[in-house]
């Protein structure tokens, strides 16, 4: 089965940082690009930045440039997003998902998300 | 900046259609795809291209597009379709935007 497995929950102080990742399995994982979603608690969806794990390639929105570092190893076919010091508005649950170009460019497969809580 | 808009909330009875849309400058030339959330779960490609359905996405959903505003729409509707539908799209050499979302519940 096509996946992206994430890693597991976190709680941080602001400050600290962190790096939260996404692994894939069962597909050529080179051959799509990976995007990153924030959803506040009870909000929405928004697109923080792609990247492409052939080349590290990486895209990012204007609202989140310079916020997070998304970068991956395609060795262990995986994808990270990264914090420096983290905010309490980073508080959110973070998605990883597959950027498939065959279905105009629609994230297919999504990983189960990453509940990051930023409290001191 | 792109911005595409949905209806809060939609409510339906069961076995009726839904109809939720998504407005944006630019939706004659971008496609759309549509998202369907529960939850504490991840989201799920429903519809890509407009009006394409994904793999596993029962006949009942489908997708059309009108000048700037593209709908999705369910047919015969069941409770397990109860859940939040973010529609989404790019412009060319722009970044991916989601509408604020649209809480489908099923009287």
């Known amino acids: 089965e096509v996946q992206l497995v994430q890693s597991g929950v976190e709680v941080k102080k602001p400050g600290e940082s962190l790096k939260i990742s996404c692994k894939g399995s069962?597909?050529?994982?080179?051959?799509?690009?990976i995007g990153w979603v924030r959803q506040l608690p009870g909000r929405g969806l928004e697109c923080m930045g792609v990247i492409n794990p052939s080349d590290s390639d990486t895209r990012y929105s204007p609202s989140f440039q310079g916020q997070v570092i998304i970068s991956a190893d395609k060795s262990i076919k995986t994808a990270y997003l990264q914090w420096v010091s983290l905010k309490a508005s980073d508080t959110a649950t973070y998605y990883c998902a597959r950027l498939n170009s065959a279905l105009t460019d629609a994230f297919d497969i999504w990983g189960q998300g990453t509940e990051v809580t930023v409290s001191a | 900046s792109y911005e595409l808009t949905q209806q809060p909330s939609v409510s339906v009875s069961p076995g009726r259609t839904a109809r939720i849309t998504c407005s944006g400058d630019?939706?004659?030339?971008?496609?759309v795809a549509w998202y369907q959330q529960k939850p504490g779960r991840a989201p799920i490609l429903v519809i890509f291209?407009?009006?394409e359905r994904n793999h596993g996405i029962p006949e009942r959903f489908s997708g059309s597009t009108s000048g700037n505003t593209t709908t999705l729409i369910i047919s015969r509707v069941v409770s397990e379709d109860e859940a939040d539908y973010y529609c989404s799209s790019r412009e060319e050499d722009s970044f991916w935007v989601f509408g604020g979302g649209t809480k489908l519940t099923v009287l």
């Open positions: 069962e597909y050529s994982f080179t051959s799509f690009w």
């Open positions: 630019g939706l004659e030339e971008n496609f």
């Open positions: 291209e407009d009006n």
